[in-house]
Structures are given as C-alpha cells and as structure tokens.
C-alpha cells in the first residue's frame, strides 16, 4: 500500500519564478494538507484540501496556491519566488473524522 | 494565540532515558501528536494523547496534562537511530490543522 507520493523530490527555481508540486495521498485519504518547513524549523501549515475546495489557510500570502483533483492528490503553487520560499515542502493526508496523519517525503525547493 | 515550546536540543547516551517536553497554548485542542523527523526526510508518527495520561508503545511513551498545556516524550533504551529530531504538534480543535512546535533535536551519543 503506498503512502504519500511527492514529486519532484528536489528543485532549483529563480527569483520570480514559478513551481508547481504535486501530492498523491495515502489510499483510502482524502484530504490533503500542505506544510512548509524551513532549515531547522518545524513544519508551518499553509493549507488544506477537501473534496476540491481549501478548506482552511494559515498564514501565507496569495502566492501561495493550491488545487485538488477528483481522485484526491493535489497540487501546491508558488507564484514570484523569494529567496525565503526556499524550504522543504511537505504534504500530508488523512482521512476526514479520523485522526491520522501521514506525512510524504517531501520537496526541498532550493530559490537562487 | 497559538504557541508550542520544546527545547531546540538535547544530548543523551546510548542505553540510557531521555524525556522531551513540550508546552502548548492553543485557541482549541482536539490532541497532541508526537514525530520523528530524520534530516531530509519526512517525519514519521510516534503518538498520540487526546485524553490525559500515559501512552506506552514499545520504547517510546508520551504522556499529556491538559490542564497544564504539557505533554512529554519519553524513549528508553536509546539506540543511535533514535538520534533525529522530534516534533511535538497541536491539532487546532476548530480547524483540524496541525500546530507544530520547531522540534528538539536529539543527539545519541557512545
């Protein structure tokens, strides 16, 4: 049974470019939530996705924006990249009600 | 406000008990969750503490006090796999998102 699938793995972007990931969750999940985690920091929620709608958001501007599909994976976007966009991005899905979250490996995106 | 507090780093020797702590103040809570995160990889569950009181799993155990905005992780019989760092995390009772404190990073040692 695969966990969560997240590509690419790694990516080098410029300032004021564009990225995409994407998000296949676990089997059986159906929501999706996206974190960003900086250099000795602990993961910080951007947001999250159920049945194709963000269903909540933290504190990040509007360059930062998402979508999910009919089959549950999901896709985060960042518009006019910063240099502190650089980070490791993860995404985690659970199953709505219950209480389980499981994490991917993530994307390190590096910004120069 | 939202705030989680947990030591930046620890140092503990193989064989030996270490015990993590963890400080919360939420806006809601609906249960305090515990991982493991190696360098570059994704962090992995450890736990899980909804009601107060002691979880036991294996060598690793995590108790909670939600009076007191405290939970601890406990890891007996440290091996140096167990060195990594381990986050303590919040689910917001209103939103179902996870508040995650900048974890403590754990160092095995000889």
């Known amino acids: 049974d695969a966990g969560v699938t997240q590509s690419p793995t790694h990516l080098i972007k410029t300032r004021g470019q564009q990225v995409t990931l994407r998000c296949s969750p676990k089997?059986?999940?159906?929501?999706v939530s996206w974190y960003q985690q900086a250099l000795g920091q602990g993961p910080q929620f951007i947001f999250q996705y159920y049945e194709e709608e963000e269903r909540q958001r933290g504190n990040f501007p509007d360059r930062f924006s998402g979508h999910q599909f009919p089959n549950y994976s999901s896709e985060l976007n960042v518009n006019a990249l910063l240099l502190g966009d650089s980070a490791l991005y993860l995404c985690?899905?659970?199953?709505?009600?219950?209480?389980?979250?499981?994490f991917g490996s993530g994307t390190r995106l590096t910004v120069v | 406000g939202q705030n989680i507090d947990q030591p930046t780093e620890m140092t503990a020797t193989e064989g030996a008990i270490v015990q993590i702590n963890c400080t919360y103040q939420t806006s809601g809570f609906n249960g305090l969750f515990w991982y493991q995160q190696h360098a570059g990889e994704a962090p992995t569950f450890l736990s899980y503490n909804v009601l107060d009181g002691l979880e036991e799993k294996g060598r690793f155990s995590s108790f909670l006090s939600r009076s007191k905005g405290y939970s601890y992780l406990l890891l007996k019989e440290l091996q140096m796999k167990d060195s990594a760092s381990y986050l303590c995390?919040?689910?917001?009772?209103?939103?179902?998102?996870?508040?995650f404190g900048t974890g403590t990073l754990l160092a095995v040692q000889p």
């Open positions: 089997s059986g999940h159906d929501t």
């Open positions: 985690a899905s659970s199953l709505t009600g219950g209480y389980g979250y499981t």
């Open positions: 995390a919040v689910r917001d009772g209103a939103t179902n998102k996870l508040i």
